[in-house]
């Protein structure tokens, strides 16, 4: 056998290539198994599908037939659904008629009205269905359009509205009454950020603080700043997880781009905690405890509800266990842990999700409510994590400004927001806070289950999803009906009902009151009559045959019965 010195060497360098192929090829598959098997979980191909995606709609007979229900069930559907009409009509005429004039100006109404349900549908009921997208006042519980009809306000202001809006106004009237002096300047400081700064560390159990102008761009730098500090460029997420609308934290349907540098995993998952482990290319770990209601899941929207699969559960015990488990692995791979609290921070507890899971981050992301009702974007973090320069290579910075940034008139807010939360009113508030949301969904759900309506609720708290019992096209339909009893929902629909903590039981039952009437009406109006073969599969695979269909003209009539 020839062992001559330069075959050693070749051998030598051969074994330690294929020893590196077959550490890459592990670590891939690795990564391959800690991905959810949805589609959430595979940003690119979701992306390509989505391209794929073809444009149609029903007509008026497909619109009430998209089931094939017998004739009497699509007539009580026409029937009710005329009924509806009119009384959107009605009632809502002035706030209809300014939505309408000024719809082709704003692209981003344009864009919430047309996904408010799943685009087959979409079309016929914005003819037919315009609630308006404008309110007049807010007092209370409540929210008044233009017309004068008053609303349970269930949209929380996509999540700003934790404490009730007229907390809300004394914080901005305080605020700018505290601030008037010094107006708008920016660049320097007023007196009351030193205070925000020591509360918001007192808060948060965390060493610094940094301003920005959205939860967007907090989220942003508090990744920009964990690459900064590790020299790696990776950022994993959980699948389905919101994170704002910045191109890494978004990969896949609503990102022309892909997110080369993001990794999305499996929520409360072992494999995942393998690639922390493995991996060395991870800077960060974002987590938006929100998903303790729904992991692997994306946001709930009504667009998106083609049958009745939405889930929704939380086990805060199994979820604050897995918290701890990623913070083990974090600090052991010396990888950020960045929970981002934009949502649930000062909600879920005054002391957010660290407090309410009891654990402890690296950086923490907040915003929304904190503003007292202004835009505001937050950070709290360790203080080696936080600095933007490094003392023995000057030139070597993470960047990071904004003209806005620290906005007298936004601290000045957010001073009255955090100082108010020391009052014993707002104290109360806070008190049996998940027992009490808990107990309302309980009780609303018996109701539900008494008048064998095909609903229930889930919660996180005061963050609340409905879910469908009975496999069916027509669930985004509920929405409508809750309009007209009074409950204002956001444009997501009834995937998140958000409830202020003011709400007392009285403005709950009413609530209640007016969620079971919306839907017996529904009930009524036939809206979830099912056959009984119908599955949520079988649902699902006859709408993917209509796309194919719609893609692919030739198969048109042979996948069809009419319902177009
Ligand atoms: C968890 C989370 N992070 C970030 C954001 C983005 O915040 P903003 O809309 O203020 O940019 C949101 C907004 O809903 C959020 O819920």
């Known amino acids: 056998m020839d062992s001559s010195p330069p075959t050693l060497v070749v051998c030598a360098l051969a074994a330690v290539a294929l020893a590196v192929a077959l550490a890459k090829l592990k670590a891939r598959l690795e990564l391959s198994k800690a991905k959810h098997r949805s589609l959430a979980g595979h940003s690119r191909l979701a992306r390509r599908i989505a391209a794929l995606v073809p444009y149609y709609d029903y007509d008026e007979t497909g619109f009430f037939r998209s089931d ?19 009384l959107y009509r009605d009632r809502y005429a002035r706030t209809a008629r300014l939505t309408a004039e000024v719809e082709d100006g704003i ?8 996904y408010r349900v799943p685009f087959q549908y979409s079309r016929f009921a914005r003819r037919h269905l315009q609630a308006g997208a404008f309110v007049q006042s807010s007092g209370g519980v409540m929210i008044s359009d233009l017309d004068g009809n008053r609303f349970y306000d269930l949209t929380g202001s996509y999540g700003v509205n934790v404490l009730g809006y007229d907390f809300y106004k004394e914080c901005l009237e305080r605020g700018a009454a505290l601030v008037r002096e010094l107006g708008p300047v920016l660049g320097s400081y007023h007196p009351v950020v030193a205070d925000n700064v020591g509360r918001l560390r007192a808060i948060s159990g965390q060493d610094e603080v940094s301003f920005h102008m959205s939860g967007t761009e907090a989220v942003m730098q508090a990744v920009r700043l964990a690459r900064y500090h590790t020299g790696r460029p990776r950022l994993v997420r959980f699948c389905g997880a919101y994170h704002g609308w910045w191109g890494d934290v978004q990969p896949g349907v609503g990102n022309p781009l892909p997110a080369r540098d993001t ?20 800077a960060c770990v974002l987590v938006n405890p929100l998903q303790a209601l729904h992991p692997n ?11 009745s699969g939405r889930g929704a559960h939380v086990d805060r015990a199994a979820y604050g266990a897995w918290l701890q488990r990623l913070r083990a692995v974090c600090t052991e791979r010396e990888i950020v842990l960045i929970f981002d609290e934009v949502f649930v921070g000062f909600r879920i507890a005054a002391g957010g999700a660290q407090e309410y899971f009891g654990v402890r ?13 202004l835009p505001v974007g937050v950070i709290c973090g360790r203080r080696d994590l936080m600095k933007r320069f490094r003392d023995d290579r000057p030139v070597d910075v993470c960047f990071a400004r904004g003209t806005f940034n620290s906005h007298p008139y936004v601290m000045a807010a957010m001073h009255e927001f955090l100082r108010r939360l020391e009052d014993e009113d707002i104290r109360r508030l806070y008190r049996g806070l998940d027992e009490l949301w808990d107990r309302r969904a309980v009780r609303l759900n018996q109701r539900l289950r008494d008048a064998g309506l095909p609903v229930a609720v889930a919660n996180l708290s005061s963050i609340w999803t409905v879910c469908y019992t009975r496999p069916s096209r027509y669930n985004w339909m509920l929405q409508y009906y809750l309009r007209a009893e009074g409950l204002a929902l956001s444009w997501i629909g009834t995937g998140r009902l958000i409830f202020s903590l003011n709400y007392s039981d009285a403005d709950f039952d ?25 599955t949520n599969a079988s649902i699902r695979r006859r709408v993917v045959r209509e796309m194919l269909a719609h893609r692919f003209t030739f198969l048109r009539g042979k996948s069809m019965s009419g319902s177009m």
């Open 68 to 86: 094939d229900p017998p004739d009497d069930v699509a007539a009580r559907r026409r029937a009710g659904f005329a009924r509806l009409s009119e």
């Open 107 to 114: 692209s981003d109404l344009q864009f919430t009205a047309a």
């Open 263 to 282: 990794y999305t995993l499996k929520d409360l998952s072992e494999d995942s905690l393998r690639v922390l482990r493995h991996r060395r290319d991870i």
């Open 297 to 307: 899941a994306g946001a709930p929207a009504d667009s998106a509800l083609v049958d």
């Open 361 to 373: 981050a690296d950086m923490v992301t907040y915003g929304k409510t904190l503003g007292g009702g």
């Open 510 to 534: 009413a609530v209640a009151d007016r969620f079971v009437a919306a839907a017996t009406a529904m009930e009524r109006d036939g809206w979830w009559w099912c056959d009984g073969a119908a």
